[in-house]
Antibody, heavy 119, light 110 residues
Framework: EVQLVESGGGLVQPGGSLRLSCAASGFTFSFYDMHWVRQTTGNGLEWVSGFGTAGDTYYLDSVKGRFTISRENAKNSLYLQMDSLRAEDTAVYYC?????????????WGQGTMVTVSS | SVLTQPPSASGTPGQRVTISCSGSSSNIGSHTVNWYQHLPGTAPKLLIYSNNERPSGVPDRFSGSKSGTSASLAISGLQSEDEADYYCAAWDDSLNGHVVFGGGTKLTVL
């Protein structure tokens, strides 16, 4: 079964750090672009970061310099290191697979992990 | 949000409902549009990709279209289980490889 499972969310104080993980299974992980998308409380979906198969990385302007996306193909895993966290980063963070055959549509999503930034 | 959607839509069972998504030349005008269905507390689901294509398993009651810098999602034969949030999305050339989403439309089945 094709699956993405996120972990690593939790409560952190402003200025703190968290590392999110996304474990992939059921497909050849290295063949796909991978992304992080978040949903803040009461708001819609917001793309956060992406990691292409060629090693290219992309970030939402508001997280650039604070968040770092990485992947370990040997472990079928995607990560998001989040530093200097702010209250506005509070959200459910989803891991999503980008399907290049379908023009980059996010065809598989995880269930999400909650990140709360509060003192 | 970079893409503009109506915040809400509604219909009765069996009706046809459309949800609009308005963008610009740097996103919808240059790239294909994808639509996602999201029930709170669950994983979002890809509903339409490349403007009007359905992944396997998505009922043909769902259809998408695009014209210029706008797109729309149509749901025919509305069912109670269609009650969810719907988001359009597209890549945006002006944002260095970013994906932009619409603000989402909450569909209520009356």
């Amino acid at each position: 079964e094709v699956q993405l499972v996120e972990s690593g969310g939790g409560l952190v104080q402003p200025g703190g750090s968290l590392r999110l993980s996304c474990a992939a299974s059921g497909f050849t992980f290295s063949f796909y672009d991978m992304h992080w998308v978040r949903q803040t409380t009461g708001n819609g979906l917001e793309w956060v970061s992406g990691f292409g198969t060629a090693g290219d990385t992309y970030y939402l302007d508001s997280v650039k310099g604070r968040f770092t996306i990485s992947r370990e193909n040997a472990k079928n895993s995607l990560y998001l290191q989040m530093d200097s966290l702010r209250a506005e980063d509070t959200a459910v963070y989803y891991c999503a697979r980008g399907n290049s055959t379908w023009y980059g549509a996010f065809d598989i999503w995880g269930q999400g992990t909650m990140v709360t930034v509060s003192s | 949000s970079v893409l503009t959607q109506p915040p809400s839509a509604s219909g009765t069972p069996g009706q046809r409902v459309t949800i609009s998504c308005s963008g610009s030349s740097s996103n919808i005008g240059s790239h294909t549009v994808n639509w996602y269905q999201h029930l709170p507390g669950t994983a979002p689901k890809l509903l339409i990709y490349s403007n009007n294509e359905r992944p396997s398993g998505v009922p043909d009651r769902f259809s998408g279209s695009k014209s210029g810098t706008s797109a729309s999602l149509a749901i025919s034969g509305l069912q109670s289980e269609d009650e969810a949030d719907y988001y359009c999305a597209a890549w945006d050339d002006s944002l260095n490889g970013h994906v932009v989403f619409g603000g989402g439309t909450k569909l209520t089945v009356l």
